[in-house]
């Protein structure tokens, strides 16, 4: 079972709009006649864990030794407990031949839609309604993701943004998400750097990662297109053409050193699926 990593708002997509990214959680499940969980990562070893939780949601672990690898940072924005989550209710779904609502059955565990379903279809999403729109990642696009050392609690992100915003700051992302979708499903690089703003997250959090924070907003001064915090953060989306990445990431060599680390982070076009499992 592979799970791709996600990036969620997308600047102006605040809790809509997400992306699936090149780094992968694997999981495998294999019936042993006892419960197990075996992983290098710092993860609970136990039925608290994740991908236990989320295949228990379909059917019992009891009998079953889970064995969890991953590339995804377990905190920065970049959907961790997304993909953790998908993998574990895509094991017991096709083991057992379930059939079940994998979309919804995430959405419960994970408390809102857009990284699992970027995790699950793949490509960009558009979650409205109880349902998504995916679309292509266009060709020449790719990303560099910043993750800081310093972890923030998703709920700290979370109590920091106000009950009510102004008019014309909701006004401003309608308008900017509106762009930042016409600039992917075109390929206009023009309309995509100017769709990467945003009024309604990013601004009321900067104080829990004002490096990040301070960095996304210079981006474009390094070469790249902008620049976007994944998720409640504090990792960072950079986004580049393919001509100028190697470019931005030398630029971002000295800005980062001795706070945060420089991954290559390519949009993924593939969503969750199943190898072989025992």
Do not use: K
Not at 150 to 176: C, G, K, S, W, Y
């Amino acid at each position: 079972m592979r799970a791709p990593a996600s990036s969620a708002n997308l600047g102006p997509g605040f809790d809509c709009m997400a992306a699936a990214v090149a780094l992968h959680l694997e999981l495998d499940v294999v019936e042993t006649g006892s419960f197990a969980v075996q992983s290098e990562l710092p993860v609970s070893r136990g039925r608290e864990n994740l991908c236990v939780r989320a295949f228990e949601t379909l059917h019992p672990a009891d009998a079953f030794s889970f064995t969890i690898r991953s590339q995804i940072p377990l905190s920065g924005g970049l959907g961790s407990s997304a993909a953790a989550i998908v993998a574990g209710l895509m094991a017991a779904d096709h083991m057992f031949e379930l059939d079940a609502d994998l979309l919804a059955c995430a959405t419960e565990l994970e408390g809102h839609p857009d990284n699992v379903a970027a995790c699950l279809r793949g490509g960009f999403v558009v979650c409205a309604d109880g349902d998504v729109a995916r679309f292509e990642p266009p060709t020449g696009l790719e990303a560099l993701a910043v993750v800081p050392e310093e972890a923030v609690r998703t709920r700290a992100a979370r109590v920091a943004l106000p009950a009510e915003v102004p008019m014309q700051d909701a006004v401003f992302n309608i308008a900017h998400g509106a762009l930042l979708t016409l600039g992917l499903a075109r390929g206009d690089w023009d309309l995509l750097a100017r769709g990467l703003q945003d009024r309604l997250h990013q601004p009321y959090r900067a104080h829990l990662f004002p490096r990040s924070f301070e960095l996304a907003s210079r981006a474009p001064e390094l070469g790249a297109l902008g620049a976007t915090i994944s998720g409640a953060g504090p990792t960072v989306l950079v986004w580049c053409f393919y001509e100028q990445t190697g470019a931005v990431a030398e630029a971002l060599g000295p800005e980062i050193e001795g706070w945060a680390t420089l991954l290559r982070a390519p949009f993924e076009t593939q969503g969750a699926y199943v190898g072989e499992l025992s």
